[in-house]
DNA sequence: TCTGGGGTCCTAGGACCC
DNA sequence: TCTGGGGTCCTAGGACCC
């Protein structure tokens, strides 16, 4: 724990939901939902509007459809927009310090102490605060974030929770514990459904609480370096530096499918394009790695694991996919397969000299971007089934505008942009040959282009 | 229409080595 | 003919986070 009130946590408020009413005027301040829109769809991110109706980040979207009014939007997310808006958010983080440390796309650590001469008092850090949620609000277009600022990364995360949304809490060095012993044990990163449950079982229930059992008794509740991390925790003890960078340690790529699959052949054609896509961004990152994992679920959610350790690193999509398909044989396909996953770990850099000795070694090979064209044949399937919810479309006399809705051979399409009122709806056929897939929109106005 | 997808970290047992 | 002990690697599973 520091003197000084020098690590700042934004997290944006409601972020892809927010991206969502940015770029689709119609939906500012109605429900929106953002996440799977399939039958095994979950949400990822509910605006405050659909949370007003009990919709919640991880609970299926059937079960959000239940609770949501006729009327709320359930979109498929736009990574690549979320993308795009991030950045521009971690750039402006980046102008406070240079230590700053993204935890998600939403989400990052910033260690104002490295920074260029802050005044760290807490009226200094306030009005630092004040001026970044500005800033932020106004080169995102409106998305909005909740900051916190205390001692630790702890304190800073526990004051951007404490106001949400658009908050603003410093907390104050010296009272640390007066704000964290009487929240709820749940607020403490670390503290899920199941450490939950096992705390409550001993009566604990808020972090006061938590702060009066001893070292042993926690270490025998949550194991060795859990428990004596919730024995720190209690106390607002956390020396957790903020950390630029991180090396990755794993690439991975799963899918859950609509229906459950027993066929080997087709869950072999899965394994070959998740294969695929690992391999592809192992390269694309100079990455390899030598432990090759299958992730398995079963029809009845049991999941399981079978993983192959290699003498030597690959990046080689066949290997993975050879390999994961063994690993399948032997785990078994009994009773259909909801999820499938293929995984790589136990990763190290290329050497530099390898970097650039191949010309063709960056490049996807053909059979690759088959591979990739192939499962999205699969996917589109009817004309339909090109179209997605959310999705940002052109039309060569209409202009552009996003998916609504689609089926019975028809899509219907919304034409408006972050810089329009909120526009007409029009009903398409599915295959019309003047609508096509677009980019996300430019949410800033032409005036501020640089 | 119960339960996504990308990760990290920890634990525990067995193999193997010194 | 008896079981010491530490360290590392591998495998599998589980909790947790966003």
Redo the contacts with the bound molecule.
């Keep these: 724990m520091r003197r000084e009130a020098s690590v700042l946590h934004l997290?944006l408020d409601a972020?892809f939901a927010a991206v969502e009413q940015r770029d689709k005027p119609s939906l500012r301040g109605r429900p929106v939902v953002v996440?799977?829109t399939?039958?095994?769809?979950?949400?990822?991110t509910a605006s405050y509007e659909a949370r007003a109706y009990g919709a919640r980040?991880?609970m299926?979207?059937?079960?959000a459809?239940?609770r949501c009014p006729p009327g709320t939007a359930f979109l498929g997310g736009r990574f690549g927009a979320y993308r795009r808006t991030s950045d521009v958010v971690m750039e402006l983080l980046r102008e406070l310090s240079p230590l700053v440390e993204p935890?998600?796309?939403?989400?990052a650590y910033v260690d104002l102490a490295a920074g260029p001469g802050h005044d760290l008092s807490v009226e200094g850090v306030t009005a630092l605060a004040r001026r970044l949620k500005a800033r932020i609000a106004e080169a995102t277009g409106g998305v909005t974030g909740s900051v916190g600022i205390g001692s630790s990364k702890l304190m800073a995360?526990i004051g951007s929770d404490l106001e949400k949304p658009d908050g603003l809490v410093v907390v104050a060095p010296g009272t640390e514990l007066d704000v964290l012993h009487p929240l709820p044990v749940?607020r403490?990163?670390?503290?899920?459904?199941?450490?939950?449950?096992?705390l409550r079982q001993v009566g604990v229930a808020t972090v006061a609480q938590l702060a009066a059992k001893s070292l042993p008794d926690l270490?025998a509740l949550?194991?060795?370096?859990?428990?004596s991390?919730l024995y720190q925790l209690a106390r607002a003890e956390d020396d957790r530096p903020v950390v630029a960078e991180?090396?990755?340690?794993?690439?991975?790529?799963?899918?859950?499918?609509?229906r459950d699959l027993t066929d080997l052949a087709e869950l072999n054609r899965l394994i070959d394009s998740?294969a695929t896509?690992?391999g592809a961004?192992l390269r694309s990152s100079a990455l390899s790695g030598?432990?090759v994992?299958l992730k398995l679920?079963r029809y009845?959610?049991?999941?399981?694991?079978?993983?192959?350790?290699l003498?030597q690193p690959t990046d080689d999509a066949r290997q993975v996919a050879s390999i994961a398909r063994r690993?399948l044989v032997?785990a078994g396909t009994g009773g259909g397969l909801?999820?499938l996953?293929v995984?790589v770990?136990?990763?190290s850099q290329y050497a530099q000299g390898d970097l650039f000795a191949d010309d063709d070694a960056d490049a996807p090979d053909e059979s690759e971007a088959a591979a990739v064209l192939a499962q999205a044949a699969r996917v589109a399937g009817p004309a339909d089934r090109r179209w997605w919810p959310g999705q940002d479309v052109v039309h060569d006399e209409l202009g552009p505008g996003w998916v609504w809705g689609r089926g019975l051979g028809r899509v219907t399409v919304r034409f408006e942009g972050p810089l329009t009122p909120p526009g007409p709806v029009r009903t398409l056929a599915a295959d019309d040959p003047a609508l096509h897939p677009g980019d996300p929109p430019d949410w800033r106005p032409p005036t501020m282009e640089p």
């Design positions: 997290d972020f996440g799977g399939g039958g095994r769809g979950v949400v990822a980040s991880a299926s979207t059937a079960e459809r239940r935890v998600s796309i939403d989400e995360k749940t403490l990163g670390g503290v899920g459904p199941a450490t939950a449950e096992r270490v949550a194991g060795r370096a859990h428990g991390g991180r090396e990755a340690k794993s690439v991975s790529h799963e899918e859950t499918f609509e998740m896509r690992v961004r030598r432990t994992t679920r009845d959610f049991t999941t399981l694991t079978r993983s192959q350790t003498p690993l032997e909801r999820l996953g995984g770990s136990g990763l």
